[in-house]
């Protein structure tokens, strides 16, 4: 499933909504998050640093759509639950062993467990939802849909947790809203409700980085990345088997065979590097300065949907991406004027 957008994500991306410059803060979430945390930016990081996370988020977002390609070529022969299966299995074991080498606490409590699985059972539903999408519509208007997450975070985030948020942002919201309806509506014209299926992405999403938010500081991003993966193989694996011979097609697994097994592994694959470049990015530069890159991954998308499977959006749909694109990146402006504003110390007066 594609990485939900970091436009004022990687603000809060953290705290990657998914999901700010520090490691075991802020690249703890795979996707955006409304920009509190840019509030607490510290200083800007050294010019080889800088470039370092700049190439880190520019591979993420050539990395990501490759995860939704694997995902949408499993789905010509796999059920869409075995392709969510493969993707928590398959990042488990990718991310076991950084987790050793690294020597990561693996210890939680009680309440924390609550967390990862709430964590688990969004991540479930918003990479369901995706795949489910990307069946039998291209990842490119899939992706732009999800896109308006960053949206959903920043009013979430003033209704919950009373983040500031200013009438410009929201209008700006709104705005790419607007942008999304461009891209479903011929979307469901062509492909039917299921084009509806990244809004839930997107709202699950957002759901998972709130609770991201709420674990962020006091579980290491690559701990929390594993538990999340163990959490998902040991929910989806009894849920599979449950619905073995069932007839249910997402559902009703199937003994991959040949290729289906390189797809069933580059799902997972993808996923777990793609998290660990947007986490290192983070680590090297400011999350003011990756963000708007994020959009790149829409270029990515668009590519290798044309490339793989001869799909490029329509007018319409160029529109809403278009739309969308300059809300976020409008909303990322905001948010680095915010936190500029609120960590730059008022002159004394001689």
């Not at 970091?6 to 909504?17: K, N």
């Not at 996370?53 to 977002?61: D, E, I, K, S």
């Not at 392709?83 to 606490?105: C, E, T, W």
Request: aromatic share 10%; with cysteine.
């Amino acid at each position: 499933m594609a990485q939900a957008p970091l436009s004022c994500t990687l603000a809060y991306r953290a705290a990657f909504s998914p999901f700010a410059g520090q490691i075991g803060q802020d690249a703890a979430a795979p996707s955006g998050y409304p920009c509190p945390s840019m509030a607490h930016i510290s200083a800007p990081p050294h010019t080889d640093r800088i470039l370092t996370g700049v190439t880190l988020m520019l591979a993420f977002c050539v990395l990501a759509p490759l995860l939704d390609v694997s995902a949408k070529l499993a789905t010509a022969t796999l059920p869409v639950g075995q392709i969510v299966l493969a993707r928590f299995v398959v990042q488990a074991v990718l991310m076991l062993p950084f987790v050793v080498l690294m020597r990561l606490d693996w210890r939680m409590s009680r309440r924390m467990m609550g967390f990862v699985l709430a964590r688990t059972i969004c991540l479930m539903l918003a990479t369901y939802c995706f795949v489910a999408a990307v069946a039998v519509m291209p990842i490119a208007d899939a992706l732009a849909i999800v896109f308006i997450e960053p949206f959903i975070l920043l009013l979430l985030g003033r209704l919950l947790f009373g983040d500031e948020v200013g009438p410009r942002r929201i209008i700006a919201s709104t705005v790419g809203f607007l942008g999304a309806i461009l891209v479903i509506q011929p979307s469901i014209s062509a492909f039917g409700w299921v084009a509806l299926f990244p809004l839930g992405t997107a709202f699950t999403f957002a759901a998972y980085m709130l609770i991201t938010r709420a674990m962020s500081r006091t579980m290491h991003p690559v701990t929390m990345q594993l538990h999340t993966a163990l959490a998902g193989s040991a929910i989806c694996l009894p849920l599979m088997a449950l619905f073995d011979g069932s007839g249910i097609k997402e559902l009703d697994a199937i003994m991959p065979g040949g290729i289906e097994w390189v797809w069933l592994f580059g799902v997972g694959f993808w996923a777990a590097c793609s998290h660990m470049c947007m986490t290192y990015a983070l680590k090297f530069a400011p999350s003011a300065t990756l963000a708007p890159l994020h959009y790149a991954e829409l270029i990515a998308a668009v590519t290798l949907g044309y490339l793989v499977f001869g799909d490029f959006p329509n007018p319409m749909t160029w529109a809403g991406i278009t739309i969308i694109t300059g809300s976020g990146l409008y909303i990322i402006y905001r948010e680095h004027v915010t936190a500029r504003a609120t960590v730059t110390p008022p002159k004394q007066k001689r």
